[in-house]
């Protein structure tokens, strides 16, 4: 029944990145067609030679297989993509600019996407976006260019997509339920046929669009503050002497209870960046969110402190900072990923280079960039970041760090200065006082 449903459905999706790539291997692999439609010419040919998302399971063979079987087509023409589709979801990236949402990328697609709309259509929106876009921006676009009418002619749906790097397909398959939300009844009757097909957690039906909208932004809310939350934490217990991953041991063993981990800051497309749609959304109707504010400020000041207690070490042990020789390790904005859009590593290396310090920069999976200075050699050989290291930076919490031992450097290192910056250190890897060492929330 569900194979035959699809069959008939071509979806067109717009934005084939790590979420919209996600959702097509999700659409693919339930039997539907699928269009994939991008404006990178480089990703659209990685796409086709199977080369693509490398660290997301599933996508490179489900586009391989649906290549083959003529199921997945790709294209740069969003136009042509919407006259030859039924259902089109738009998963191009919201951003800021100066701190302002940037929808840009939304309204040139929701453009694209209204030039070949039909009667019968369905458009979803995925991105998060400031409450009120689906129907005060993106309705307007499609029905003002195509003559047609929403929820009449048209369906227009908001489907946040809740996906973690890694494991994205999972994600939506099996880990959450589909968050929906329609124009009207009709487009969310549509929303629930649709996305009981793919998701086995069911749906979570939102009264409108606004508050589905939302929701996702309050994800992402949260999660920042509660992160600010651990690292003012992790500062107090520095001061009174205390261990702040012990201490919140202690305090997460309760239900209500979920202390986060402290860290060097916090980057991504997400956390970052939704607390300032909220903010900025916030002050259109003249409410100030301080705690959203003052979260950030933490947040982005913590690549500073974590500097200066790396900087205050190499004086305790007699390092002057001026050419002091510093390996930063993970340029990912978080351990596991090859995405470094808003990763504190940047501002950290910055803040060593201030310091006149010479930097490097390792990662295990991130071969080129082209943010760093040019001054910051990056490698993926850990030897040769660190082996005249006077001091070791721990950025992002990339699993191979919390293997690092004795043996990982160079002969000879007799005791190596670190900076712990994601508690990934395993002290009993290494032989006894060789690791001389300090992060967040502890001395
Ligand atoms: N990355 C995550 O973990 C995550 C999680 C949940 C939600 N989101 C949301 O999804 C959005 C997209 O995230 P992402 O990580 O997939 O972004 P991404 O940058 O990885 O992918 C976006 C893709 O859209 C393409 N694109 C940009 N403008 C286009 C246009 N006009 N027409 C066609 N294609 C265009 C880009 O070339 C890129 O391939 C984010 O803005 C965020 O709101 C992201
Ligand atoms: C579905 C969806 O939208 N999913 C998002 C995705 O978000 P994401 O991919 O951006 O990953 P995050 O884990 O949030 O990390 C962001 C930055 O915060 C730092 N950080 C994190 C935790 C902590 O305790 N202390 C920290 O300092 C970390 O290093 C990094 O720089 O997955 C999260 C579930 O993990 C979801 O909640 C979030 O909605």
Redesign the pocket.
């Known amino acids: 029944m569900i194979k035959q449903i699809l069959s008939k459905k071509v979806f067109a999706i717009?934005?084939?990145?790590?979420?919209?790539g996600s959702i097509a291997a999700v659409w693919l692999r339930a039997g539907a067609k699928v269009i994939g439609?991008?404006?990178?010419k480089t990703?659209l040919t990685e796409i086709q030679d199977g080369i693509s998302h490398k660290k997301e399971p599933f996508l490179s063979e489900t586009f391989s297989k649906s290549i083959k079987n003529k199921s997945f087509f790709l294209t740069s023409d969003?136009i042509d993509a919407s006259k030859r589709s039924s259902i089109k979801i738009i998963?191009?990236?919201?951003?800021l600019k100066n701190k302002k949402v940037d929808l840009s990328?939304v309204i040139?697609?929701t453009k694209n996407i209204a030039k070949g709309l039909k009667k019968g259509d369905t458009v979803i929106l995925?991105?998060?976006v400031p409450p009120g876009t689906t129907e005060k921006i993106v309705l307007p676009i499609l029905e003002k260019e195509s003559k047609l009418k929403g929820e009449k002619d048209f369906y227009l749906i908001y489907n946040?997509?809740?996906?973690?790097?890694g494991r994205a397909v999972k994600d939506i398959e099996e880990n959450y339920p589909a968050v929906i939300s329609g124009l009207g009844p009709k487009s969310l009757k549509i929303a629930e046929n649709l996305f009981r097909i793919i998701s086995k957690k069911g749906v979570l039906k939102m009264p409108t669009l606004a508050e589905a909208e939302a929701e996702k932004l309050f994800e992402g809310a949260y999660r920042d503050v509660n992160i600010a939350l651990a690292n003012e934490l992790a500062e107090y217990c520095e001061k009174i002497g205390i261990n702040f991953w012990e201490t919140r041991k202690g305090a997460n063993s309760q239900p209500f209870c979920h202390l986060h981990y402290p860290g060097t800051g916090v980057g991504?497309?997400?956390i970052p960046v939704y607390p300032r749609i909220i903010i900025e959304n916030a002050s259109k109707f003249g409410k100030t969110m301080s705690l959203l504010e003052y979260s950030r400020r933490i947040n982005d000041n913590m690549p500073k402190k974590c500097v200066d207690d790396a900087i205050k070490m190499l004086l305790k042990n007699k390092i002057k900072p001026k050419n002091a020789k510093v390996a930063v390790l993970g340029l990912g904005f978080r351990g596991e990923v090859t995405?470094t859009r808003l990763s504190p590593t940047y501002d950290v290396v910055n803040e060593f280079l201030k310091k006149e310090c010479t930097v490097t920069v390792h990662d295990p999976y991130i071969f080129e960039d082209t943010i760093l200075p040019k001054s910051v050699p990056l490698t993926k050989d850990l030897v040769t970041a660190t082996q005249n290291a006077d001091l070791i930076f721990i950025s992002s919490d990339h699993k191979i760090y919390s293997k690092l031992d004795s043996k990982s450097f160079s002969k000879g290192k007799k005791s190596i200065l670190f900076f712990d910056g994601r508690n990934v250190l395993n002290p009993k890897l290494f032989s006894s006082g060789m690791l001389n060492t300090i992060g967040i929330g502890k001395n």
């Open positions: 717009y934005g084939l990145g790590n979420v919209g439609v991008d404006i990178s990703l969003g998963v191009v990236p919201v951003g990328s040139q697609v995925s991105p998060s946040p997509e809740r996906i973690f790097e991504g497309l997400c995405d």
